[in-house]
């Protein structure tokens, strides 16, 4: 089971497993980077971590099939777009956050307890938003998130607990080898549907863009109308309206063969949440300064 990708006029199969592996030492590198008190503000903070929370797999879902039935996506995008819309925040929110001057110690947490979540509502949400079009392995969606995702994370924070000196020298590194696997999973997606792409792209990239916009926004608009702090209001901004969309194609090549473009809404939204999340901190940075609580 892969994908196939034609390089050079000559078909070469992708394996869905390698873009797991990628996808598992992004992760890894999440791991090595968590310290306890990533975890501490989930406890000290737990309203704060289950309204960000809860935003965001309410908005973001929702916004994922009411755009996908508006734009008349087929099945195969559909699945794609509420992977995405289903999916954790990953840890491009917390740079974001920071930049931002935005609640750091929220934005971690949030990211944090979305992504212990996600193997159980991600499946369940993905099953209930695209099961009625696509099949959809919940059991299988919820095996394939513990292994790709929970079990590297895992290691990278028992690696750091053991080999403390030598995860010092290596955690530096990590975020370039992350951005280099992200870039390696969205090539992967996009050379493997450039044909489909070119024929009928349009509509998919429109949608990412407005799912992505919406999610900010209504995001911050939730936190204002829950009148929580300059910093708070935009750490729940772009907790809501960003998401590990790499997570997201590497569910669709792992569990939605059948369907090669569900992997695209993921890689595009990949790359375009963190332009629109560099305008969005410049934007942030401008109106306070930054603040943990």
Known sequence: MGLSLSLAASPIAVPAWFVSVLLGVVMFGMGLA???EDFKVVLARPIDIFVGCAAQFTIMPGLAWGL???FGLDDALTVGVVLVGCCPGGTASNVVTYMAKGDLALSVGMTAMSTMLAPFLTPILTLLLAG???????LGM????LWVVLLPIVLGIVAKRLFPALTERVVRFMPMVSSVAIAVIIGIVLLANADRLASGGISVVLVVLLHNLLGLLLGYM?????RLSGPKRKALCIEVGMQNSG????????HFAAYPMAAVPGAIFSVW???SGALVARLF???GPRCGS
């Open 285 to 287: 940075a401008s109106r």
């Open 247 to 254: 997570l997201a194609a590497s569910l669709a090549a792992a």
């Open 132 to 138: 009625q079009s696509v099949d959809v392995d919940a």
């Open 142 to 145: 919820f095996v394939g998130i």
């Open 222 to 226: 939730l936190a204002t109308a829950l």
């Open 34 to 36: 968590t310290t306890l």
């Open 68 to 70: 996908s039935r508006l």
């Open 273 to 275: 949440h963190n332009i």
